[in-house]
């Protein structure tokens, strides 16, 4: 070391702090870090939204095109072969993306508008709106929600827009729980103060104090979310309240094709042919959790010891 | 030095030691080769400013290093034991029993689900010293000899219901319990006020010199070091700096650096009365839902001078602060500025009323948005109250910059890119930003070390002077006050005890709650805390 100032400076604390990256730079560092999962998951993900976008190109039939021949064999013609009423299995998966894929997006982006806006209102105002908020969530967490969302689409209809809303309501709850938990913890903090004090409104407070700072847990709560409201569409299409036909949709083409499984002894692969929407969710969901996985490991902190 | 021939009795010897750190992608070196000896009985203080490496060079000397950092060179000997090259077993076997650590924060290592005495008595029994009913009857006395009260039956009780300073003589014996060679005491009375400092550094000398036990005492505060240590250690960046018998240490530092410590404080304002007054808080009484914390509070502040608010921790201060800031309306009395009466309540203030009295927080980094860089920190109160868009802001954040020493290459950096004091530099500048009359202090240096706060202690001296801004400095350490204050207010169980100019108050005769605190403060004399107990009825 050399020569050490015997004075005292400020601008000499820290001396030399690492240049400041490009957004650019950034973000190609984090993928080089990523680990083969985290690259397994990405590359799934984009193929999937590939296949999404490129439904109308790449898919060989229309959507509700159907076929003379119901129950077709795989092969030939048709891929992987025809359903109940004579439309192309790999159409319908095809275009089964664009569907379920695109309202589970939608459904978890407005579940985390209400459930996120609510939450951090409720943990920055702390008083009887608070209250009002977080009981109300209780009462609606207290009922079993596939059987709460299976009685409001009987009453508002199966439409895919009800369907959006009810389930993004139902699961904002979640959401609520836990934009309030973290925002808490940030909201008692002095920074947090010091915008109140200089006179900043809810609005400011809310987006540029805390949000930046609990935007971690709840991207990971994205990934998390998104793959149970995916769920949850399956699961209330199978049960034949979700996405109702002619649209294509994987929950529902596992319910309809599901007699075909007692075939397997003379054909295997008529057999497969429910299982197949149901591996594509299977695929997509581990996909998504193994980058969520990564991301909560970036941001935690939880560093492995050199 | 106090190297003798004799070597029979030298307990702890580090040589050369080194030690890289991992951070930012890479390695630093964190300790840069320093040697240590320690006799059986002797107590070294270890001070430096913070990032010295004092507390890795303190926990080196049992054979540890944190997550992050490894021993790269150097030998460590305890008692004929190489550390360096022992197993993490062995090493275990002599932590906990023959070598004791005492942190900073005894709150924080406290197991808050178990009672004290459990705690004390673990690892003597665990390790099988004694039996358990022998180490509980032990522990029992240990609390005596710390002064404890109800040594009988405060064992029984659980972390939460002891205050602060207890917690740190509870922990004391915990170390003390297995009867250790050597006790590292790493910032051990840091967060106690000064009142309750004096007790726990006697308890704690009185206890090492009974059971001739070695000591390492890691400390910013030379003060306290000057008390409790044989021979004191000067650590910076990671080197020695000086070693010395504490005496010779204390009168006769031989280098510039040691020199600039002991230098910082002697900082000392010249006072001047005020005549105009600007804030005024006139028998005001706050409470936290039914407990009352103010009673009767009247404090008048006049224009371009310092009102220092001194007191112990749960006094008020922060209090005060708070219903002059308008966070806590208070329940009777009213604060009024430039003669005007200010609304109770934060939300029914204009936004000229807000920019005129503005904040600065004792912790820096919580007070600062990690996610916001300098840049985006200090312009928005410029944006905010002064509509100052474009160049015209960038040109002014610069100039706020250069007010606190900084340059504009600080723009980008974000809060934790900078060191402890640059953080409360950049928190003045954008209470600066707002061009306030008032400018309130709440225990603004007290996180920081020595050397910088009297950095910015001078910075606010210098931007009072330019600005003709009033402090309200809320602060515990009685050298602070000397440094920076025209007037004090002595606070105590939420009442004011004393007001008036500096002078006054520091000259007898003193209130007694005054006297207790001033006579707490820590002064740069090895036998001050031995005549300050002489001088106290027991």
Redesign the interface.
Known sequence: MSEQPQTYEAAAEVGAVRKRRTRLERTGLLLKSAPPSAWFGMIVVGLYILVALLADVIAPYGEAQIHPVPFAPWGGEFMFGTDQIGRDVLTRLIYGARNTMGIALATTLLSFLIGGGLGLVAAINRSWLDQLLSRFVDVLMAIPSLIFALMLLSIFGSTVTSLIVIIAILDSTRVFRLTRAVAVNVAVMDYVEAAKLRGEGLGWIMRREILPNILPPLVAEFGLRFCFVFLTIAALSFLGVGIQPPTADWGSMVRENASLIQFAKYDLTAAITPLLPAAAIALLTVAVNFIVDWFLHKTSGLRDDH | MTIEPNRKDILLEMRDVRIDG?S?ERWHKII?GVDLTLRRGEIVGLIGESGAGKSTLGKAAMGYTQ??C?LVGGSILFDGIDLVKASDADKRKLWGTRIAYVAQSAAASFNPAHRLIDQTVEAATRRKIRPDAESRADAVELFRALQLPNPETIGGRYPHQVSGGQLQRVMTAMAMSPRPDLIIFDEPTTALDVTTQVEVLSAMRNIVEEFHTAAIYITHDLAVVAQMADFIKVL??G?EVEEAPTRQMLTHPEK??TK?LWSVRALEKPEVKGEDIVLSIDHVDAAYGPLKVLHDVTISIPRGRTVAVVGESGSGKSTTARVI???LPPTAGAVSFNGKPLPAA?KD?S?DQ?QRI??I?Q?AD???????TVYEIIA??LE??LGLKGKAQEARVIDLLKM????ES?M??LPS???G??KQ?ICIA?ALA?NPDVIICDEVTSALDQ??Q??ILK?LLRLQKEFNITYLFITHDIATVKAISDEIVVMYRGKVVEQGLKSEILAPPFPDYTQLLLSSVPEMDPDWLTNLLAARPA
């Open positions: 991992f930012d840069k997550p992050g490894k910076r960046f080197e510039p650096y600039s800031t308008g966070l934060l203030r936004k807000l503005q904040m927080y912790r919580t007070a600062m948005n990690p996610r916001q928005r109160p905010f109250y606190i020493e900084l340059d600080f980008d950096r890119e900078l060191s004091g640059q530099r954008r707002a050397i910088v009297e950095g910075l």
